[in-house]
Nanobody
């Protein structure tokens, strides 16, 4: 599976961005799709995941929404009420639904995209 993330950019605090992730290759609507982010000097952290249901990190709950369009092999992350602490490189990821599906650990995901930069100015 190949993943291509896009949609990042520079936005003021309180603004919105919509990230997209295009999947190709051995895609399947049974795959779990996730978004992660990594700020400078920090470890990569879980943001959101989706299969038939969704899961969010506490830090983004109520502000971010993950969705998918299986017909187009796309996953989206709508980010509202952005804060400076949301600044990071955002990665989309995918995994086969083995065991617990909506996992938050990076090592449980099988495929990764290249990342897109999101910068939120105060």
């Amino acid at each position: 599976v190949q993943l291509q993330a896009s949609g990042g950019g520079l936005v003021q605090a309180g603004g919105s961005l919509r990230l997209s992730c295009a999947a190709s290759g051995r895609t399947s609507d049974t795959h779990v799709m996730g978004w992660f982010r990594q700020a400078p000097g920090k470890e990569r952290e879980f943001v959101a995941a989706i299969r038939w249901s969704t899961k969010y990190a506490d830090s983004v709950k109520g502000r971010f929404t993950i969705s998918r369009d299986n017909a187009k092999n796309m996953v989206f992350l709508q980010m509202n009420s952005l804060k400076p602490e949301d600044t990071a490189v955002y990665y989309c990821a995918a995994r086969d639904p083995v065991g617990v599906t909506l996992t938050t650990a990076t090592q449980t995901y099988d495929w990764w995209g290249q990342g897109t930069q999101v910068t939120v100015s105060s």
